[in-house]
């Protein structure tokens, strides 16, 4: 029987300010990616989040993203490697930290927006930002955009890693996700979205926005709790692959 992980970005509140819907999206996936402070969140969101995730049976992982609160980590940075590594290895190493003050254990990273989206292009990015990961929390699962620079990278590093497949967003031909902004690039409808998703899993291989399908590996899909309909297509993404057979549980982890 084929198993299935689902993720959420968590923990993006900030101070007094909430953003998503955190506790909706910990009764439907089975691993959280938990922001650092540096895009999103703060400690005690750190902190509140991590201990409800494990409180819930979902795995728990950090999500590192670029100082920029502002514009919520969407925006390109261009920062040397050696400060890359370390920007991610900082924001690693909190929330092990983290995790292990809350009993819990940090098994993966997913980076975060513009900094995934530009390793997803460009090797030297990717190396940096999971060079920083392992250092602060060696053996840690890499959530990869699969069949991109950031998968090729956790395999050179020798880090096991989880391909990533979005419920909502569309796909280039080359496996990049179509920008924000553009015609098409964020999916709205649940029922659709989860379609997308079955074949996409059924298939092998992510469905890219001309409808072809490209062999990938498809360990994780992410959903996300901002957006009027993000907590239905969830439940709906959820509800269609139990119903399909699929056993949704946390990744394990690729090697090589």
């Known amino acids: 029987m084929p198993t299935i992980d689902l993720n959420a970005d968590l923990g993006e509140s900030f101070g007094p300010w909430p953003m998503g819907r955190d506790a909706d999206l910990l009764g439907i996936v089975t691993s959280a990616n938990i922001a650092c402070g540096m895009h999103a969140g703060d400690w005690d969101v750190m902190a509140k989040t991590i201990a409800a995730a494990a ?28 400060s890359l590594r370390n920007l991610v290895c900082y924001q690693v190493g909190a929330a092990r930290a983290m995790a292990e003050a809350a009993g819990a254990q940090l098994r993966h990273v997913k980076l975060h927006g513009a900094m995934a989206n530009m390793a997803s292009r460009d090797l030297a990015v990717a190396r940096a930002c999971l060079e920083g990961a392992k250092l602060a929390a060696p053996g840690v699962i890499a959530v990869v955009i699969t069949g991109t620079c950031q998968q090729q990278a956790a395999q050179d590093l020798g880090l096991p890693w989880a391909g990533e497949v979005f419920a909502d967003r569309a796909y280039q031909s080359d496996l990049t996700l179509v920008p924000r902004g553009q015609p098409g690039a964020v999916l709205h409808d649940p029922t ?18 001309d409808g072809q399908i ?3 590996a498809v360990d ?26 699929i056993t949704l549980c946390s990744f394990t982890g690729r090697q090589g």
């Open 220 to 245: 994780t899909i992410c959903l996300h709790g901002d957006g009027d309909t993000a907590i239905a297509m969830a439940r709906a993404i959820r509800e269609m692959l139990e119903q399909s057979g």
């Open 55 to 82: 409180e819930n049976g979902v795995g728990v992982g950090a999500h590192p993203g670029f100082p920029d609160l502002q514009g919520f980590g969407r925006r390109d940075m261009a920062m040397p490697v050696d």
């Open 214 to 216: 490209c062999p990938a």
């Open 192 to 209: 659709d979205a989860a379609s997308r998703v079955l074949r996409m899993i059924e298939a092998g291989g992510i469905e890219t926005q």
